[in-house]
């Protein structure tokens, strides 16, 4: 059965540190790949997605993710959070419009 | 519109009662989502417009729940005899439709529905 998994359901992290949220997902095709942001009362926004090409893709606000075949995996990095960064991410894969998966989020909270 | 809007932004209904939330998609984007968005949960998918057609109905969570989309812009989710498990934020998505793959979705701001 198609799943993704986000292991980690809440991280802190201080502000300027690094970040890494991790997505793992089970699909029978490599599916397209997407990171969403959530910030409190906000609908999502696309920070990054993958479709083909360069494994490595760069998003917005300064982040970017990793696709890894071999494991399942299309994690989100960002060298230095800043206290802004504090919102609920998603990770999501699809292979059609209408198979859309999400993970059930990771909330990072900054410390000042 | 710049972006996908949904109304109204905030609704409290009493259980038994029945609500209509209402999603406008980007203009010009022929695919629309709805998902459900229940309280430290993900979302979940509940149906998918391709023009005005709904090809897939399977995420409805009972026959409480229908959905339609006219002239291949507007669309309405429709709850019938709310109940207080049906409490959630409701989520609508819209994308261009590519054909046979995964097109990126936009999202509107959401619909917080609290069944009393």
């Known amino acids: 059965a198609q799943s993704v998994t986000q292991p980690d359901i809440h991280i802190t992290v201080s502000e300027g540190a690094s970040l890494e949220l991790r997505c793992n997902y089970s699909?029978?095709?490599?599916?397209?790949l997407f990171w969403y942001v959530q910030s409190p009362g906000q609908g999502l926004q696309l920070l990054l997605k993958?479709?083909?090409?360069?494994?490595l893709v760069q998003g917005i606000k300064g982040f970017e993710a990793e696709f890894k075949r071999s494991q399942s995996s299309f994690n989100l990095r960002k060298p230095s959070v800043h206290w802004s960064d504090a919102a609920e991410y998603f990770c999501?894969?699809?292979?059609?419009?209408?198979?859309?998966?999400f993970g059930a989020g990771t909330r990072l909270t900054v410390k000042p | 519109g710049a972006g996908v809007s949904q109304s109204p932004s905030n609704k409290v209904t009493e259980k038994g009662k029945d609500v209509e939330l209402r999603c406008d998609p980007i203009?010009?984007?022929?695919?629309l989502y709805w998902y459900r968005q229940s309280l430290g949960q993900g979302l979940e998918f509940l149906i998918y417009?391709?023009?005005?057609?709904?090809?897939?109905k399977s995420g409805l969570p009972s026959d409480r729940f229908s959905a339609e989309r006219t002239g291949g812009s507007v669309s309405t989710l429709t709850i019938q005899r709310t109940q207080q498990e049906d409490s959630a934020v409701y989520l609508c998505?819209?994308?261009?439709?590519?054909?046979?793959?995964?097109?990126?979705?936009?999202f509107g701001p959401g619909t917080r529905l609290t069944v009393l």
């Open positions: 998505a819209s994308s261009l439709d590519s054909g046979g793959s995964a097109d990126t979705q936009y």
């Open positions: 699909y029978g095709a490599t599916p397209y």
């Open positions: 993958y479709f083909s090409g360069d494994t």
């Open positions: 999501a894969v699809a292979v059609y419009n209408n198979d859309m998966r």
């Open positions: 203009s010009g984007h022929t695919a």
């Open positions: 417009f391709q023009g005005n057609s709904a090809p897939d």
